[in-house]
């Protein structure tokens, strides 16, 4: 498509670390040996399903 940019995408910064996950979401799992990216799936669901904004 001629003319469109993409400019939601043009600004996109990684930002690891700058977030935080309530330990209680993820109450089964040792957080201080969690792969998050490997789980990153199961982070994302439990989110959805039971998070706060």
Not at 14 to 21: A, Q, R
Not at 37 to 47: A, F, L
Request: hydrophobic share 35%.
């Amino acid at each position: 498509m001629k003319g469109c940019d993409m400019t939601i995408f043009d600004d996109y910064n990684p930002k690891t670390g700058h977030y935080t996950v309530s330990p209680s979401l993820l109450w089964e799992y040792d957080l201080a040996h969690f792969d998050w990216q490997r789980s990153r799936k199961i982070v994302v669901q439990r989110i959805i399903e039971r998070g706060w904004l």
